[in-house]
């Protein structure tokens, strides 16, 4: 197991910490295997050319995956025609760009949380992260909701009475931006690495692994800051990709409608579901800073390329998809996926609000109207002590290990079935979301397996299946 050290520092908020050994269950690992370096290296090369292939595939194939190799095969096409037919880099698209992040770096860092005064139960305003590998509690302003908001008033304003741009600016510049935003993503993962070895945030909170590429793609440092308040992951993490995903929907819904003078269900469907995930995530901001990608996560190349260029282009592929294709469903398919993805919402939700409930009232609440039931776990950590925690075996703990991601994997499931069964593209989303919540799963339970010892197998033993109960 590995060991990092606590000791008494300043944060960059000037908060102080106990002194105290505890062995890390946080981030990325200290030295790299051969697999894990083939895999950086695999992901740096290709996932650039994903992006591109999907929206290229739109732009030019009318979303079929398979049409470009199959011509490219046949000889009927080639990369270099490909490229050529592809849009270049537009200084219109550049200026789109830098005004979108400017006005969200504004927005998060010059405007205050509000919204927490007036809006019952929404916890805002400057908050705690949790506790780094350093033992630094980092404190955030909490006002993604607020951006959220504000930005969006302000497209329909402008789509409704102001008329500054069209609301199909987003679509209709799509491949030019996305070259701005890999230019953002390519700026800031190699800022954060230099970074981290000229003027780290927090030293303390760095981990070298001695392999350039693995350190410039999973970060070395783990909340790096430019001054007390701008945090590029909860920044690159939140906005502004994800402000920004329900605003390249509604560019599209308006694509819809220039181009067919009418909206399809689907594209509805995708545009509610969306929003309600991308709502809960603004709502649940403060809750958000205590997950893996917070709490564990470095800040590298995944994380900032990943949140400039990946989510806004790969998450809303099946608006883009419906603008090239509109699919009407029946009434009564438009339903079950509605309710579908209603379900898996509920159940994401529900999951995640049981665990931080359970854990901040440390057991002491009810779950479906029981007291929760729970495996006394204890951990040790370097300096020999030896404290307790509790894993909920009740719920929809009791279930599976990990059913907020069932839930998550729902959901998206949801998105895809919403443009019908004509095209493999929109399912890419399904795929993905697979891949990396049954990773993000082997991964944790390796953390908690180290870190509780036979607890982790008596709780393992009590609740048997990680995701779909019976199954897997
Ligand atoms: P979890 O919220 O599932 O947190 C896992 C941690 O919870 C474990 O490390 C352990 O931490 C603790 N824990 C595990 N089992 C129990 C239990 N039975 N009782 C109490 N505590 C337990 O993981 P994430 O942070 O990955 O996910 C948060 C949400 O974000 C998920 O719903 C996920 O679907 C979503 N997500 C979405 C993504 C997207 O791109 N759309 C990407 C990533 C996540 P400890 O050490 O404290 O015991």
Not at 106 to 119: G, R, S
Not at 331 to 351: D, E, K, Q
Not at 377 to 400: E, I, N, P, Q
Not at 401 to 426: E, K, Q, V, W
Request: net charge neutral.
């Amino acid at each position: 197991m590995e060991a990092t050290r606590r000791r008494t520092q300043p944060s960059t908020n000037g908060k102080t910490s106990e002194q105290k050994e505890e062995p890390a269950q946080w981030g990325r690992a200290w030295e790299v295997d051969w697999f894990s370096l083939s895999s950086v290296i695999a992901l740096l090369c290709f996932a650039p050319f994903i992006v591109f292939y999907f929206v290229m595939a739109c732009d030019q194939y009318q979303c079929s995956i398979t049409q470009p190799l199959f011509e490219l095969f046949q000889g009927e096409t080639t990369l270099l025609s490909i490229w050529a037919r592809s849009p270049s880099f537009t200084w219109t698209a550049a200026k789109i760009y830098a005004i979108w992040v400017a006005f969200q770096v504004f927005l998060y860092m010059c405007v205050p949380d509000v919204t927490h005064k007036f809006i019952p139960g929404f916890v805002g305003g400057v908050q705690d992260g949790a506790r780094t590998p350093a033992g630094l509690i980092n404190k955030y302003e909490i006002n993604g909701l607020q951006s959220w908001l504000i930005t969006h008033a302000l497209w329909y304003a402008n789509a409704q009475y102001f008329h500054w741009f069209s609301p199909t600016i987003i679509f209709d510049n799509w491949i030019p931006l996305m070259w701005c935003a890999n230019i953002l993503g390519y700026a800031v993962s190699s800022f954060a690495f230099i970074k981290a070895y000229l003027f780290p945030t927090n030293a303390e909170d760095c981990k070298f692994t001695g392999n350039v590429f693995y350190n410039y793609m999973m970060g070395i440092e783990f909340n790096p800051r430019i001054g007390n308040w701008f945090d590029f992951k909860l920044f690159f993490n939140g906005r502004p990709g994800i402000v920004a995903w329900t605003l390249i929907n509604l560019s599209y819904m308006a694509k819809q409608q220039e181009l067919y003078g009418h909206v399809t269900n689907s594209m509805i469907l995708v545009n509610v579901l969306q929003a309600i995930y991308v709502l809960d995530f603004f709502w649940n901001e403060a809750w958000y800073l205590k997950t893996i990608d917070i709490c564990h996560d470095h800040f590298g190349w995944y994380l900032g390329w990943g949140d400039c260029v990946w989510l806004p282009y790969l998450y809303t592929l099946q608006g883009l998809y419906l603008v090239y294709n509109p699919v009407q469903l029946s009434n009564v398919n438009a339903l079950a996926v509605l309710l579908f993805g209603l379900v898996g919402y509920y159940i994401f939700r529900s999951t995640n609000h049981q665990k931080d409930l359970f854990r901040r009232t440390e057991g002491s609440c009810s779950i479906w109207g029981r007291k929760p039931e729970y495996i006394e776990c204890s951990y040790r950590s370097a300096d020999g002590g030896v404290h307790r925690s509790k894993l909920m075996t009740s719920g929809f703990w009791g279930l599976a290990r990990h059913f907020n991601y069932t839930g998550d994997l729902m959901g998206s499931l949801a998105y895809c079935a919403a443009c019908g069964f004509g095209h493999i593209l929109p399912y890419f989303y399904i795929v993905y979301m697979t891949i990396l919540l049954v990773h993000r799963c082997v991964r944790d339970e390796h953390r908690c397996s180290s870190k509780y010892g036979k607890d982790w197998k008596r709780y393992t033993d009590a609740v048997p299946y990680r995701l779909i109960p019976g199954v897997f």
